[in-house]
């Protein structure tokens, strides 16, 4: 999944998720609240996005929480 569009639509589409640790449960990447994101400085492919960390608030719990991205098949 190089092209950032075909990124978006998963997205939208719900099958991007990140990982709630105190929930544990999977959360919609459009349902949280994103506070920040870190870069691998490893990695230097297409699909920067799949290898950054993410720092968002959990909407059920309202915990900040750290997560790299899944995407659901």
Do not use: I
């Given at each position: 999944m190089s092209n950032p569009a075909e990124f978006l639509n998963a997205c939208n589409?719900?099958?991007v998720?990140?990982?709630c640790?105190?929930?544990d449960a999977?959360?919609?990447f459009n349902d949280v609240e994103h506070l920040d994101s870190f870069e691998n400085p490893a990695y230097w492919g297409p699909e920067p996005w799949w290898y950054d960390t993410r720092v968002f608030r959990c909407p059920d719990?309202?915990?900040v929480q750290?997560?790299?991205l899944e995407l659901q098949d």
């Amino acid at each position: 999944m190089s092209n950032p569009a075909e990124f978006l639509n998963a997205c939208n589409e719900g099958r991007v998720w990140l990982h709630c640790s105190k929930c544990d449960a999977p959360k919609r990447f459009n349902d949280v609240e994103h506070l920040d994101s870190f870069e691998n400085p490893a990695y230097w492919g297409p699909e920067p996005w799949w290898y950054d960390t993410r720092v968002f608030r959990c909407p059920d719990c309202g915990t900040v929480q750290q997560s790299t991205l899944e995407l659901q098949d």
